[in-house]
T-cell receptor, first 113, second 116 residues
Framework: EPEVTQTPSHQVTQMGQEVILRCVPI?????FYWYRQILGQKVEFLVS????????KSEIFDDQFSVERPDGSNFTLKIRSTKLEDSAMYFC???????????FGPGTRLTVT | AQKVTQAQTEISVVEKEDVTLDCVYE???????LFWYKQPPSGELVFLIR??????QNEISGRYSWNFQKSTSSFNFTITASQVVDSAVYFC?????????????FGKGTKLTVNP
C-alpha cells in the first residue's frame, strides 16, 4: 500500500537556524498538509496546499514558515529561523480529494536547542 | 468554530476488557466528516475510520466499533476484548470544507493503556 514518507525522522538544530522538512506524498494525491504535535499535546493544523498554492493556513503558520512543492513528488516545510517553541513532531499528510481520508507520514521530530 | 472534545485523558484497562472512548464535536456545518486515528508509542498516526455526517449507521471492524449519534454530536469508539497492542493514544478528528479548503481539527486524545 502506498505511503507518505518524511525525511529526516529526527532533526536537531540550533535556535535561529533554518530547517527544511521533506515529505513525499502518495503519488496520485492532490491535497497536501502539514500538522504539528508538541510533545504530549494534540495534533494541530499548520497549512494546506492544493494546485501549487496555499489553501488555508493557521495562526501558527506565520512568516517564518513556508511550503513548497519543488517538483512532482516532494512537498517541503521550511522554518526560516527556528525558535525553541518550534520543537515538535511535524506530520505531513496527503489526500486524493477534499474530505477524504488523510494519510499521514511517520513524522519528523524537530528539536531546537 | 469547530471543536472536538475527548473528555477522557487517560484510560487504563485489563486485557480482554471492553473499553469505550468518547468523542463529542461541535460544528455549524451540515456536511462534515469524522475520523479516528491511533497513535502508538512509535509516534505515527494510523487512520482507523472516516464517517460522513449523513451516515449514522454504526460500523464494526473486527474488535473495533463506532457509534455515531448526530443528535448528541458524538462519535464514540469501542474496543472489544482489548489487547496490550491496543495501547496507544487515540485521536478523534473533525473535517470541514470551507471555501475549497479543509483541515482536520483534532481532539486532545485519549491515552489507552491495556495491562496484561
Amino acid at each position: 500500500e502506498p505511503e507518505v514518507t518524511q525525511t529526516p525522522s529526527h532533526q536537531v538544530t540550533q535556535m535561529g537556524q533554518e530547517v527544511i522538512l521533506r515529505c513525499v506524498p502518495i503519488s496520485n494525491h492532490l491535497y497536501f498538509y502539514w500538522y504539528r504535535q508538541i510533545l504530549g499535546q494534540k495534533v494541530e493544523f499548520l497549512v494546506s496546499f492544493y494546485n501549487n498554492e496555499i489553501s488555508e493556513k493557521s495562526e501558527i503558520f506565520d512568516d517564518q514558515f513556508s511550503v513548497e512543492r519543488p517538483d512532482g513528488s516532494n512537498f517541503t516545510l521550511k522554518i526560516r529561523s527556528t525558535k525553541l517553541e518550534d520543537s515538535a513532531m511535524y506530520f505531513c499528510a496527503s489526500s486524493y480529494q477534499t474530505l477524504a481520508r488523510s494519510d499521514f507520514g511517520p513524522g519528523t521530530r524537530l528539536t531546537v536547542t | 468554530a469547530q471543536k472536538v472534545t475527548q473528555a477522557q485523558t487517560e484510560i487504563s484497562v485489563v486485557e480482554k476488557e471492553d473499553v469505550t472512548l468518547d468523542c463529542v464535536y461541535e460544528t455549524r456545518d451540515t456536511t462534515y466528516y469524522l475520523f479516528w486515528y491511533k497513535q502508538p508509542p512509535s509516534g505515527e498516526l494510523v487512520f482507523l475510520i472516516r464517517r460522513n455526517s449523513f451516515d449514522e449507521q454504526n460500523e464494526i471492524s473486527g474488535r473495533y466499533s463506532w457509534n455515531f449519534q448526530k443528535s448528541t454530536s458524538s462519535f464514540n469508539f469501542t474496543i472489544t476484548a482489548s489487547q496490550v497492542v491496543d495501547s496507544a493514544v487515540y485521536f478523534c478528528a473533525l473535517s470541514e470544507r470551507q471555501g475549497g479548503s479543509e483541515k482536520l481539527v483534532f481532539g486532545k486524545g485519549t491515552k489507552l493503556t491495556v495491562n496484561p
